[in-house]
């Protein structure tokens, strides 16, 4: 940050409105607290705190700019965005802080595109209507939410990431279930501000993903550049995969050539089918990482390891996670092993469960989780393979009500914010559906390709393909919105998607 070139009055007073916000006050107020704990450095610190004091100088110069003109909608966003030479989904985001902060009223406006027997209705995003709050900022000071109203309102997926940036230690994700160590939380409000199921800016992420300067609305399984049907050549993986291998073979790959020095993923634990977060390091390690997992898993958490300092981070993860890696790019605190990360491999995820849900389903299959070799979902059913060769099944209808509440309200199935996407659903058995979403996942396959670790067909050339996807993805997303549309009915608290 340089104070030089910038002060001017409208800095000034930018920098003391910012100087208001709680987030920074805590940052300041709890030095010494956040350094003793010993997850962030001095120049780590310094580091998210200049981040943090610009990001909220720009927010409030967006404050400013929507308080001075008589009419707000897209276009003075835009203008807004030219005049700071900033991109579109920028000033957007910044909105949205605005909007959660009560400092504005950001209306969408739709247009409605009538459906025939074969397409639904849908409705087009149009416009912004955007009224400014008229009172003294100082009158309305910010209410410091702490992640707690989000393990509270069973919105918490479990994810990780607020565990993994606490500045000073003291919130744990275990089961899916997070607790804060309220003596020793500073009330930063950090864990809040990165969480997914706090605000999501759902049009910011699928701008971001597709590198657009026009707000795009959502599809069924999000922005891709290329799909395909994939299986892995690698014999190690290939014998102990659950489906294709691609996600192992993504991190074999990037280990072996030095693009990433190491990946965060999930194993089991000592408990069978418990999985714990992972750091996969070698080609042992890919191995004892590989398979699906039901049960919840917190992988994020592990960013705070001080082992991951100045590395090269890849992250194996399911689509909430993938969600709140890409909105901590979006509101950037500047924590360098977030910043670190390279690769985003998101893995299809239909729901997860607690592990007391997957004994009781294995209860209802009158089996021992002990002698599970694999479980599987499949064509609606829920499959567990016993070691001694037996297969079990039970309709994901008979299950579903075990699942995590917060499931329930997820609108992704496909990893939507991931730089390659990764899943069963739309290819044979023993292959993976792979949905490049990035330049950075397209580079990454075709590389796979080239280095004949992967065998790969156009996802058109194979059955069921991306009809049944979409198919599930959307039926997802509807259950998603019915889910949190009850929840509204309720009072209760939804999270601002
Ligand atoms: S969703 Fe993730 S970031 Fe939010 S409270 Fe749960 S674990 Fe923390
Ligand atoms: S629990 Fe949240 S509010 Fe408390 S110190 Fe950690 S990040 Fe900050
Ligand atoms: S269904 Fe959604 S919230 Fe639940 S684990 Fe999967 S990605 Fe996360």
Not at 373 to 392: A, C, P, Q, R, S
Request: hydrophobic share 35%; glycine share 6%; aromatic share 8%.
């Amino acid at each position: 940050m340089s104070l030089e070139k910038n002060l001017s009055w409208e800095y000034l007073k930018n920098l003391a409105d910012a100087l208001d916000s709680y987030r920074i006050r805590a940052l300041i107020d709890a030095k010494r607290d956040i350094l003793e704990a010993g997850i962030y450095s001095e120049s780590q610190y310094d580091s998210i705190l200049y981040k943090m004091l610009d990001e909220e100088k720009l927010k409030y110069t967006l404050f400013n700019f929507l308080k001075n003109n008589s009419e707000n909608n897209l276009k003075t966003l835009n203008q807004f965005s030219e005049i700071s030479s900033i991109d579109l989904n920028k000033t957007l985001s910044l909105l949205e802080l605005l909007k959660n902060e009560k400092l504005i009223i950001a209306e969408e406006i739709y247009d409605k595109l009538e459906g025939d027997e074969n397409n639904p209705e849908k409705l087009i995003f149009k416009d912004f209507s955007i009224k400014v709050y008229e009172g003294e900022i100082s009158k309305l000071k910010t209410i410091y939410e702490p992640v707690k109203v989000i393990f509270e309102s069973k919105n918490c997926s479990g994810c990780g990431l607020c565990a993994g940036i606490c500045p000073v230690n003291c919130l744990r994700i275990y089961n899916g279930f997070g607790k804060i160590d309220e003596d020793k939380c500073i009330r930063c409000g950090l864990c809040y501000f990165v969480c997914p199921r706090s605000y999501l800016p759902v049009k910011v992420l699928n701008m971001v993903q597709e590198n657009a300067s026009e707000i795009k609305d959502s599809t069924k399984i999000g922005y891709y550049i290329e799909a395909y049907s994939a299986r892995t050549k690698i014999k190690e993986i290939s014998e102990i995969c659950q489906d294709g291998g691609i996600s192992s073979t993504c991190i074999h790959y990037l280990l072996e050539k030095n693009k990433i020095d190491l990946a965060i993923g999930a194993k089991m634990s000592n408990t069978l089918w418990r999985p714990e977060p992972f750091l996969i390091k070698n080609k042992e390690d890919i191995l004892l990482s590989a398979g699906t997992k039901y049960v919840n898993n917190p992988n994020l958490q592990l960013l705070n390891e001080n082992e991951l300092t100045g590395k090269k981070i890849a992250v194996v993860g399911v689509p909430c996670q993938m969600q709140a890696l890409l909105k901590s790019k979006i509101y950037d605190i500047g924590f360098s092993s977030l910043n670190n990360i390279e690769y985003r491999i998101g893995i299809f995820c239909m729901e997860s469960f607690s592990y007391e849900s997957l004994l009781n389903i294995c209860k209802k299959l009158d089996i021992d989780i002990n002698n599970a070799k694999k479980m599987d979902i499949n064509k609606g059913k829920f499959f567990v393979y016993t070691k001694k060769g037996d297969e079990l099944n039970i309709p994901i209808k008979e299950i579903s009500h075990l699942a995590r509440e917060d499931c329930e309200i997820c609108y992704d199935l496909t990893s939507e914010s991931a730089d390659i996407s990764i899943g069963s659903i739309g290819s044979p058995s023993g292959w993976n559906t792979v949905l490049i979403r990035t330049e950075k996942g397209k580079e990454l396959y075709n590389e796979l390709i080239k280095s004949k670790l992967i065998e790969s067909k156009p996802i058109g050339d194979v059955k069921p393909g991306l009809p049944l996807l979409e198919k599930i993805a959307n039926s997802k997303k509807t259950k998603s919105k019915k889910h949190i549309n009850s929840k509204l009915e309720e009072n209760k608290r939804v999270p601002n998607y």
